[in-house]
């Protein structure tokens, strides 16, 4: 059994208005330190593969087919066997 984590993102070119509106809040906590925020979405799959490889590809299957949009999102995936 694996566990990933695939990180959906929007890619550097589209706009981000929550990130922006997260940004504005923080700085006026003064958080001064941070100078940019990106708003994205994490989502945990359970996989039942036997090695490695196919439970990447699985994850890799869901991220492209459905969990991400390529024309605005970029995706990673973090893999790790459940013991």
């Keep these: ?9 929007l890619k550097p070119s589209i706009l981000d208005p929550k990130g922006k509106a997260t940004y504005n809040a923080l700085a006026n906590l003064g ?16 996989i039942e593969a036997n090695t490695e490889e196919k ?11 459905l969990l991400a949009n390529d024309v605005m999102e970029d995706y990673t995936i973090e893999l790790q066997e459940d013991k």
């Design 1 to 9: 059994m694996y566990r990933a984590k695939v990180f959906v993102t």
């Design 31 to 46: 958080y001064q330190n941070i100078k940019s925020v990106r708003i994205g979405k994490m989502f945990e799959l359970e």
């Design 55 to 65: 439970a990447q590809e699985a994850a890799e299957n869901a991220a492209k087919k």
